[in-house]
């Protein structure tokens, strides 16, 4: 108590921000570092398991968009109000084009909208993403699909074969946001010392010095720095990808 009536506005100030910010974005991680999905376009695409199969959810260009993978591994579309699909998913190793120098790493595949097919050829893979066409060709594909299109064959592919999750929110942040908030709590509370404990390699009665006005001015300033930094490694905790 004798510690905290010592210190001055400010030091109060800056205490009672990073108790409140490292409370509420510690909540905040605990609820998003539990939601597992996939990363679409800049977006993030939520995962869950539903009676209908897997769902992928989230929001893409201002509008809602799930896929849902049956359990036949179909794949559908539904974005705002607007459904495509489904789309089915056909594993034939003919497909795969023999004179492609990448022909020992594709699988062959079909991509199939009802009784059209909209790709056959052969696919690297969701970590590769390549595709290429029967006739050797390369396809040009995004792994998204633009605001209100169809989805891609690449995301088709992806989702059907079941893309690895990964966890909303990057750990590393977070800690990194701990340690600097312990830092700055140090800076706050134990100035004096720090101050003290530096001078006594340089003068012979670190004891008896006083901080100058610039001294005090320096500390506010780094004071301020560690918490805002703190801060930022927070809200970066949470718009992360591990």
Request: charged share 20%.
């Amino acid at each position: 108590m004798e510690k905290w009536k010592s210190l001055g506005l400010l030091q109060k100030a800056l205490l009672v921000l990073l108790a409140l910010s490292t409370l509420v974005f510690s909540v905040l991680y605990a609820l998003i570092g539990r939601q597992t999905g996939i990363q679409y376009g800049d977006g993030f695409l939520r995962f869950s398991q539903t009676e209908n199969g897997k769902t992928y959810s989230g929001r893409a260009k201002g509008q809602d968009l799930v896929f849902t993978v049956a359990p036949d591994q179909s794949v559908t579309c539904r974005w705002g109000d607007v459904t495509h699909g489904p789309y089915t998913v056909i594993y034939d190793d003919t497909a795969v084009p023999r004179d492609s120098q990448l022909a020992g790493v594709l699988t062959g595949v079909e991509v199939w909208e009802g009784n059209t097919r909209l790709f056959r050829g052969g696919w690297a893979g969701e970590r590769f993403s390549a595709l290429v066409a029967e006739d050797g060709g390369p396809v040009h594909d995004s792994s998204h699909a633009s605001a209100g299109a169809a989805p891609s064959v690449g995301i088709i592919l992806r989702l059907s074969a079941g893309p690895a999750l990964v966890s909303r929110g990057a750990v590393e942040f977070y800690l990194v946001g701990l340690f600097v908030t312990a830092a700055a709590v140090v800076s706050i509370l134990f100035a004096d010392a720090l101050f003290r404990w530096d001078l006594r390699f340089r003068i012979r009665d670190p004891e008896g010095a006083e901080p100058s006005e610039w001294e005090l001015l320096g500390r506010s300033f780094g004071q301020i720095a560690l918490t805002v930094l703190a801060i930022v490694c927070y809200a970066l905790s949470l718009s992360g990808l591990s």
